[in-house]
Nanobody
Framework: QVQLVESGGGLVHAEGSLRLSCVAS????????MGWYRQAPEKERELVAD???????NYLDSVRGRFTISRDNAKKTLYLQMNSLQHEDTAVYYC??????????????WGQGTQVTVSS
């Protein structure tokens, strides 16, 4: 009933930039918190940044000052602007959103992931 579709990943040189987007669709009444997670090979998935419906943000220490999370509630879209990318940022990036769907209630939804590769 809810789909999250990420885009914007790719291959970039160190110190380069990428902008990820995540569009939510389906029978969504409201979206509460949204966030970006990442998972590198042989590592656990970690929270990169999240943002409340009201715009309060939270960042992983290693990306603070380099990444910026934002959202457009009207477009049901989440963004992650990533600057000064480092090799250590290489991972699959996932979008997550806590949605309220009629007849279902609150649920956490995940996108399929988008690969970000930073060459050193």
């Amino acid at each position: 009933q809810v789909q999250l579709v990420e885009s914007g990943g790719g291959l970039v040189h160190a110190e380069g930039s990428l902008r990820l987007s995540c569009v939510a669709s389906g029978s969504i009444i409201s979206i509460n918190s949204m966030g970006w997670y990442r998972q590198a090979p042989e590592k656990e998935r970690e929270l990169v940044a999240d943002i409340s419906r009201g715009g309060i943000t939270n960042y992983l220490d290693s990306v603070r000052g380099r990444f910026t999370i934002s959202r457009d509630n009207a477009k049901k879209t989440l963004y992650l602007q990533m600057n000064s990318l480092q090799h250590e940022d290489t991972a699959v990036y996932y979008c997550a959103a806590t949605t309220f769907v009629k007849g279902v209630g609150h649920n956490v939804n995940w996108g399929q992931g988008t690969q970000v590769t930073v060459s050193s």
